[in-house]
């Protein structure tokens, strides 16, 4: 089992980890905008709650492939529990860990507030709400779990839906 890699804050300054937060923010901001903007886009494009869903489903599937695929740089991540995951695996310093969450948050914040923005508020019935096989999983658990929870597996997807309505409920 390998140690939580412990590295000093200087990690902050080197390019590569520069670039990599800039790609897993870039990465995070896309996923998250799709996400809840489909999500949002249900209410006045379908009628039928099973075929919204299911439209949600299929963006999120295919959102999560892309972004896994274009963040090669950052590890592609978009998921503060993948982040830990990595961490706790020795295979990110607890340092680079903390500035991904950051970076999490905030892509998923700056998502949400451009989203409300464009779309004059937030007004969505779903609140809270490898590449191709994890789009795929991540919309089979939209699929069974959307109805009754959002079916959200991400806390970085969570929180900026949250933030921006005011809505900590499920």
Known sequence: MRKIDLRNHGEAAQ???????IV??????????????????????VGNTLVGLFAVAVAHAFVVAVMISAGHISGGHLNPAVTLGLLMGGHI???????YWIDQLLASSAACFLLSYLTGGMKSSLDGLGPLLTGFVVGANILAGGAFSG????????????????????
């Open 15 to 21: 390019p590569e980890c520069i670039k990599a937060l």
């Open 24 to 45: 897993e923010f870039i990465t995070t901001f896309f996923f998250v905008f799709a996400g809840v903007g489909s999500a949002m886009a249900t209410d006045s494009l």
């Open 93 to 99: 310093s607890i340092f680079r860990a903390f500035l």
């Open 151 to 170: 079916a959200s597996m991400n806390p970085a997807r969570s929180f900026g839906p949250a933030l921006v309505s005011g809505n900590w409920t499920d």
